[in-house]
C-alpha cells in the first residue's frame, strides 16, 4: 500500500524551532518528488515546499523562505522539514504530499506556535 | 488579486451536475497550464482527483469516478472541475492548483454542498 505518514508536530513556542518527517512506503521514494502543505484551522491549504527526486530542485513559499528548510534520505526513505524561528501564523496541519501533482498525501502532523 | 479564485461556496441537488470554477488572476492565461482538482472531507487529507490542460493532456487520479471531469473556460480564463450525478458523498470542499513560477498555488476553496 502506498502510504505517507508525517510525525513531529506538537506544541512550540513563538522563535522555536520543530522538525517534521514523512516516513514513506509502498512505492520507490528515490524517484519521486515531494513536498510539504499545510493548512491553518479552519482554513484553506498553502502550499510550504517543493523538492525533486535529487534533491537538486528545492523551491520554497516566501511565507517560510529563510526560516523552513527541506530535505529527504532517500535511503531511508523519508522526507523532512526543519521548521526555525517559529511563528503564530506556521500554526496548521502539516502534510506531505507525493510528486507534482500531489496524488498521494500522508494524514498530517498538527503543529501549533503558541507561548 | 489572488492568482486562482475560487467561489466560497456551492449548492446542488443529488443527482444534478455541479460546476466547479477555478479563475486565473489576469495575466495568467489558463491555456498555458494544467489546473489540479482536489476532495477534503472533514478531518481528512486532500484527495487528488484530476490535471487538466486540454483534451489531449489530461490525467484522472486513480480510482476516482468517471463522474469527476475537468475542462477550461477559455474566454473566462478559468479552469473547471464537473461533477455530474452528484452523490451525498461529493459534499466536501475541492481545491483548484497550478503550478506558476517556479512554486505552487492553491485556490482558497469550494465548500460544495449536495441538497
Known amino acids: 500500500e502506498v502510504q505517507l505518514v508525517e510525525s513531529g508536530g506538537g506544541l512550540v513556542q513563538p522563535g522555536g524551532s520543530l522538525r517534521l518527517s514523512c516516513a514513506a512506503s509502498?512505492?520507490?521514494?528515490?524517484?519521486?518528488?515531494m513536498n510539504w502543505v499545510r493548512q491553518a484551522p479552519g482554513k484553506g491549504l498553502e502550499w510550504v515546499s517543493y523538492?525533486?527526486?535529487?534533491?537538486?530542485?528545492?523551491y520554497y513559499a516566501d511565507s517560510v523562505k529563510g526560516r523552513f528548510t527541506i530535505s529527504r534520505d532517500n535511503a531511508k526513505n523519508s522526507l523532512y522539514l526543519q521548521m526555525n524561528s517559529l511563528r503564530a501564523e506556521d500554526t496548521a496541519v502539516y502534510y506531505c504530499a507525493r510528486d507534482s501533482v500531489f496524488d498521494i498525501w500522508g494524514q498530517g502532523t498538527m503543529v501549533t506556535v503558541s507561548s | 488579486q489572488a492568482v486562482l479564485t475560487q467561489p466560497s461556496s456551492l449548492s446542488a441537488s443529488p443527482g444534478a451536475s455541479a460546476s466547479l470554477t477555478c479563475t486565473l488572476r489576469?495575466?495568467?492565461?489558463?491555456?498555458?497550464?494544467?489546473i489540479h482538482w482536489y476532495q477534503q472531507k472533514p478531518g481528512s487529507p486532500p484527495q487528488y482527483l484530476l490535471r487538466y490542460k486540454s483534451d489531449s493532456d489530461r490525467q484522472q487520479g486513480s480510482g476516482v469516478p468517471s463522474r469527476f471531469s475537468g475542462s477550461k473556460d477559455v474566454s473566462a480564463n478559468a479552469g473547471i472541475l464537473l461533477i455530474s450525478g452528484l452523490q451525498s458523498e461529493d459534499e466536501a470542499d475541492y481545491y483548484c492548483m497550478i503550478w506558476h513560477s517556479s512554486a505552487v498555488v492553491f485556490g482558497g476553496g469550494t465548500k460544495l454542498t449536495v441538497l
Open positions: 489576469s495575466g495568467i492565461n489558463v491555456g498555458t497550464y494544467r
Open positions: 523538492i525533486s527526486s535529487s534533491s537538486s530542485t528545492i
Open positions: 509502498g512505492f520507490i521514494f528515490s524517484s519521486y518528488s
